[in-house]
């Protein structure tokens, strides 16, 4: 993997966090790692302090919100597939938006 120097705006970064949260959403549903596992690497309060420090987006944020609840529902239980499911979704709804705004910003240039 290649991991840029410089990052053209901030939606880069946001679509490479998202990228990364939607792989750990997708290992919790296919069951390849726990909930303990998946909140040590993105979902905690403190990776969502981070993300309102640095300006990242509000649906951005809210994302990591929504699973930090999610997680915190599921604590002691199984994390509900629908609920995990439509994360799933929204993730990649937003990762979709970001490229094909960045597509259309590339083709104009």
Known sequence: MVIPKQFNDMRDLET?????L???LDCL???IISLPQAEN???ANAVIDTLEELQFSSEVI???KQCNEMFEESRG???????????IDETKKLISANYTEYDDQ???S
Do not use: A, C, H, P
Not at 16 to 20: A, H, I, K, T
């Open 41 to 43: 690497y993105w979902i």
């Open 16 to 20: 490479m966090l998202m990228s990364s």
């Open 77 to 87: 239980n199984t994390v509900r597939e629908e609920r995990l499911n439509q994360l």
């Open 62 to 64: 809210e994302l990591f």
């Open 106 to 108: 590339v083709m104009v």
């Open 29 to 31: 549903k296919e069951d």
């Open 22 to 24: 939607l792989g750990i």
